[in-house]
């Protein structure tokens, strides 16, 4: 099966209300990354935790990753209609030498209501 | 947005059609990478490249072929289309300095009929 699995698959929120997805994955890693794509869209790059940090901001983001439970959460603060997507965690598996192969998860879709 | 674009954004095509999804950058990437990724479902890597004439194939198999002889395009082909290639192919590059992250086209969405 997939290195990663997330949950849920689908969450419903309204504006200004926190979102927090969470992610699963299998093997020893180097990095987890999340990654955001808008319906129909190519996926864009959101954060990178390294195997070495426990959490990460990046303005209304946070990233909190542990190694030991191989998992890792994805909180949206104050969300807005605009963050309404899918969500996907990527890992790089450790070993994965020059390839930087990623492997992704099942994916959130967040929808935020007006 | 990164400057990695893909042609065409859409394509319905008959089954035994040989078809060809365009993908180029202006990055100067050098790895380069085509993923697989059916409704609602994770992405699968399908194809990667390492740079100009290089080409490996990714963790799903695929009866697509891919080439690489310049940085820029990293072009995926399938000689005859069925119905089971019906799916959403996007394509991906990554910076030597910062090889970790990768930078998406907006996908090709294939309809074979």
């Known amino acids: 099966s997939q290195q990663g699995e997330e949950d849920p698959q689908a969450l419903s929120i309204q504006e200004g209300e926190n979102a927090t997805m969470n992610c699963s994955y299998k093997t020893s890693i180097n990095n987890l990354q999340w990654y955001r794509q808008n319906s129909g869209r190519g996926l864009v790059h959101l954060i990178l935790?390294?195997?070495?940090?426990r959490e990460k901001h990046s303005g209304r983001l946070r990233v909190t990753l542990d190694t030991s439970k191989k998992s890792s959460s994805l909180l949206i603060t104050a969300s807005r209609a605009a963050d309404t997507a899918s969500y996907f965690c990527a890992t790089a598996p450790r070993g994965g030498g020059a390839t930087n192969k990623l492997i992704f998860g099942t994916g959130t879709l967040l929808a935020v209501q007006p | 947005e990164a400057d990695i674009y893909q042609t065409p954004r859409y394509l319905v095509i008959g089954t035994g059609k040989k078809i060809t999804l365009e993908c180029s950058q202006t990055?100067?990437?050098?790895?380069m990478y085509w993923y697989q990724q059916d409704p609602g479902m994770e992405l699968h890597l399908i194809h990667y490249s390492y740079g100009v004439n290089s080409t490996e194939k990714g963790d799903l198999s695929s009866e697509s072929t891919v080439s690489r002889i310049r940085t820029e395009h990293f072009p995926l082909t399938l000689e005859s289309a069925r119905p089971s290639h019906t799916s959403q192919y996007l394509c991906?590059?990554?910076?030597?300095?910062?090889?970790?992250?990768?930078?998406f086209g907006p996908g090709t969405r294939l309809l074979v009929l």
């Open positions: 990055m100067g990437h050098d790895k």
């Open positions: 991906a590059s990554s910076e030597p300095n910062r090889p970790e992250t990768q930078y």
């Open positions: 935790i390294r195997s070495n940090e």
